[in-house]
């Protein structure tokens, strides 16, 4: 049905685009900002004005982050937390799903509860720090894996998926002899792909992200994550501007190469990020499904 | 339809003893073991952990559990102590709750006027870059989001350019040295990472519309803009209420890694919400048990509240917590 537009319509049309386009700025530019101030001159920057193109090219900072053994390092965890992370997250977490789609288990409800009501309720930092400090899991590179080897929160998307799926699919297998666990990796897990995938993803950049169990959990720097890192370079800004602006200015100048300096953080910020924007346009449909599966069945 | 399904699965009554039943799923209990163990020690263990916020918790060296028994039982104390005696109760809930409310003041309304905008967008291509580019801060950790505000806001930054090349200010204003920037400064940053993201959940709300109803509104003549106000709106108000109530359950979760990583010394007094408080006192300082009486305090309400509004936000069926 085509209906001619109004005065009214044409109205319509302009405030919606321009608050879009409003929306686009406010999400796009702080990232190219960032992007101006990394590849800018570092006592450039300080002198103010910078706003939609850098004046003073300079790329150095980016070969200072990048040869940088204590942050090539870092990402080197990082990375090593999301290779080994994830497997092992959605591997024990849909395993606990799919044990959790058979009503007929004797205690099935009781098991239930005991992991939905960690979502509710939990210890909190303090006595899970003393946890983990009994467990040997301070300073240990499984204190990364650990605790996320389950969440309750993606347990119950993939279990409501799973339960989801047609009772005949398992019956064959059942009436050829094969027990629970053959069923599970033979016949749930592959059709469970889709759900798997955008679980997966989830966890993957949860664990990219995540730098407060690195920053409390860890002392040795050899273990610490890109992002702890990455807070450690803020901190030492935080403290840099705090002292007399002007002793810090001409501080932050004279040592350009500092980590304090602008480009310096500023390059660290666009290369933890790169990582997610370049996984991002391959994969934001499954991120898309992630929040509609929380919502629609949460 | 899949309540029906599971209603009559569960009318077929198991057969054979308890003990044949649970050998005939013994390859489940297989599975099932490793969840156990670990939600044993991942959150059981931390959960027992928090009858240190009962006692004189002093490490002397001994296994946890076992130091709980050497260390002094002192009841209440603690929590007597964050409450009426610290002086700083009233600071703390001050902190949290303007910031929870600034919060929801903004990310509630955020999304919504984005996804109404969003589905009169009729630009396939345009529509699509401002959705992908929209979501993309909701998936960057705390750390990258702080540095880009630290250095936006910074005195030679950006805004204070901006605002002073247009003649708003006279000179850059330090937004981190004036704790009464801060709430704001968390509020504006929770909405920023989460509004794009967040309007996926009406955008999808609003397909679900009978289009029937926009055919009648086209009928009688309505323009394009009371069909927005008028039909999908209250459309929408299901979905914004139970928002809103999960929001206000949350109340207590002001956030931790934002002030943690966006607090100073200066502007402390502005930060502290509960998580960080408890943090600092109980892990910084090293008062532990005071420390986990404040975590505990702040759970059991949290607690308390979550099942509350996940009883109301049940009678909105299809979208409760759980």
């Not at chain 1, 929160?153 to 053959?182: H, T």
């Not at chain 2, 805004?159 to 704001?184: A, T």
């Not at chain 2, 009486?293 to 009678?315: D, E, P």
């Amino acid at each position: 049905m085509k209906i001619k537009q109004t005065a009214s319509d044409w109205a319509m049309d302009i405030i919606c685009v321009s608050v879009m386009v409003i929306l686009f700025i406010i999400t796009f530019y702080p990232f190219w900002y960032v992007f101006i101030v990394s590849i800018n001159d570092p006592s450039d920057t300080m002198r103010g004005g910078l706003t939609l193109l850098p004046r003073v090219f300079n790329g150095s900072a980016y070969g200072v982050i990048l040869k940088d053994s204590e942050f090539l390092h870092s990402m080197f965890i990082s990375a090593l937390r999301v290779i080994i992370g994830t497997p092992i997250s959605l591997i024990f977490t849909s395993m606990l799903a799919y044990v959790l789609t058979k009503k007929e288990l004797v205690g099935y409800k009781f098991f239930r509860k005991i992991f939905v009501f960690t979502m509710y309720f939990g210890g909190g930092i303090i006595p899970t720090y003393m946890i983990y400090k009994m467990l040997g899991l301070i300073d240990n590179f499984w204190v990364y894996i650990i605790p996320s080897v389950i969440s309750v929160y993606y347990m119950i998307l993939i279990n409501s998926y799973m339960g989801s799926l047609p009772k005949e699919l398992e019956e064959s297998a059942y009436i050829d002899g094969a027990n629970d666990i053959v069923v599970f990796a033979r016949i749930i897990l592959p059709v469970s792909v889709p759900i798997m995938a955008t679980i997966g993803l989830f966890v993957a950049i949860n664990q990219w992200n995540s730098f407060f169990d690195s920053y409390l959990y860890t002392s040795r720097q050899e273990l610490k994550t890109l992002q702890a890192v990455m807070m450690n370079i803020l901190n030492q800004y935080k403290t840099a501007s705090l002292t007399d602006s002007a002793a810090a200015a001409a501080n932050a100048a004279k040592q350009n190469t500092g980590t304090s300096s602008d480009s310096i953080r500023m390059t660290a910020t666009i290369v933890s990020t790169i990582p997610i924007i370049l996984v991002y346009p391959f994969v934001q449909r499954y991120f898309v499904s992630g929040i509609m599966m929380g919502a629609v069945k949460g | 339809m899949k309540k029906m399904v599971r209603a009559s699965a569960e009318k077929v009554r198991p057969r054979g003893s308890l003990k044949a039943r649970m050998y005939k799923q013994r390859y489940l209990y297989i599975m099932l073991l490793p969840a156990l163990i670990w939600v044993l020690f991942m959150c059981y263990m931390p959960m027992f952990g928090l009858y240190m916020a009962f006692i004189d918790y002093v490490p002397d060296g001994t296994p946890f559990f076992q130091s709980f028994f050497g260390s002094d039982f002192v009841g209440l104390k603690w929590i007597n102590y964050f409450l009426f005696e610290s002086g700083d109760f009233y600071k703390v809930m001050r902190n949290t709750l303007a910031t929870s409310l600034l919060t929801i003041i903004f990310s509630i309304p955020a999304p919504i006027i984005i996804a109404l905008m969003l589905n009169e967008i009729r630009m396939r291509r345009f529509k699509k870059v401002v959705q992908t580019v929209s979501y993309l801060p909701y998936f960057i950790s705390w750390v990258v989001v702080a540095n880009i505000f630290v250095t936006l806001l910074s005195q030679e930054g950006v805004i204070n350019s901006i605002c002073m090349k247009i003649g708003l200010i006279d000179e850059p204003i330090r937004y981190f040295q004036n704790g009464k920037y801060f709430w704001w400064i968390i509020a504006i940053a929770n909405t920023w990472k989460g509004m794009g993201y967040n309007s996926i959940i009406y955008l999808s709300a609003i397909t679900g519309i009978d289009n029937a109803i926009y055919e009648a509104s086209m009928v009688d003549g309505a323009t394009r803009f009371q069909k927005m106000i008028y039909i999908t709106l209250p459309s929408l108000k299901d979905t914004i209420v139970i928002m809103l109530i999960l929001a206000v359950g949350g109340i207590l979760n002001a956030g931790f890694e934002q002030q943690l990583l966006l607090q100073n010394t200066q502007i402390l007094d502005y930060a502290l919400v509960i998580d960080l408080y408890s943090y600092k006192f109980g892990i910084q300082e090293a008062m532990y048990s005071y420390g986990a009486a404040v975590g505990l305090f702040k759970s059991i309400i949290s607690f308390i509240l979550l099942v509350i509004v996940n009883n109301i936000s049940r009678k909105f069926d299809s979208a409760h917590i759980m």
